[in-house]
């Protein structure tokens, strides 16, 4: 099976000129399996020379197109409208700000070659291939999945335009994998690495006016709760629980935590960068198992009301004790060491 007549290659930018040139350098390099491979480039209405840039190449490359917007529709929904354009039977759709080593792409071609449904080009979040949690997780990195257009059907179109809102449009393709129980090849070496993050990017990254005023349910978005609203399309409901219980991790060492340090985190993070917004409280809420629920409620109990009265700090040589938030107070347990003077 030839790849170039068979891969749908999609880059998706918005002013980054520096990074795009470097994703340029990359996967148009002499050893580069994808060199060839017919390349769109969906351009978000960039105003930093990255349209220029695009179509520099476009001219120098005959298998590049650009394509550019002619407002900024966001990140996701530039996403999903990648999704919307593909017509070869594999879509990979790539970012601007990726890194990638192609090394050992010889995996990947030889997935398609293999029919695989789903072929991830990424496994540094995986350490266990039989763990569910892990495998999406991995797939909200979008450059991670090369999917099979036959599982972008109408509805599936329209889940990922929904979800827009939740961060990860490819998770509806993902989705419809596991409640369909098709294919995934997960290599030994992963061909793409995580690049620059910046907060919010994905969703609000572009407005045109810094008064606009962004829907709050977009704007107070964030991972954990993204990839529960997510995964809410898979229809299992034993597998959508396991999901939703590990819905958090290590984002040093991608390992799983528990359910309960991932409900702490979701509240600290709603409390501290979305001022408590509450339907992000409701969301998670109305996704926990209901074993889990009472858990949550004392969480919320105790982050909001008890927190609020009394917080409690133990360190290796006192006790210290806040009350409203005003009144301090603490109970040194090793007496103060006191400083020599030498000279």
Known sequence: MKINNNLDIFLITYNRKEQLEGTFKQILAKNSPIKDIPITILDNCSTDGTSQLCEEYAKQYPNIKHIRHNKNIGGNANITRAYEMVTKKYVWVLCDDDKFDFSHFKEISQAMEQDYDVILASNYAITDKYSLTQLVKQLTLVPAGIYKTKLITSTVLMNAYFNISNIFPQLALVCKAINDNCSFYIPKHGVVQVGIQEDGYSYTRGCDEENNYIHPSMKNMFWQI???????????KKKRKQLIRKADFDHITFKEISTYSMLRNILFTNKTSNKSYFKNTCDVFSAMPFSYRTIFLFLLFDHYIISNIIRIRIQPHK???????????????????????NG
């Not at 993204?226 to 299992?236: A, E, H, L, T």
């Open 319 to 341: 006790i210290s004790f806040c009350f409203f938030t005003r009144f301090k107070t603490s109970i040194r347990l090793k007496p103060k060491e006191k400083v020599k003077n």
């Open 226 to 236: 993204g990839f529960i609203n997510s995964v809410q399309m898979i229809k299992d």
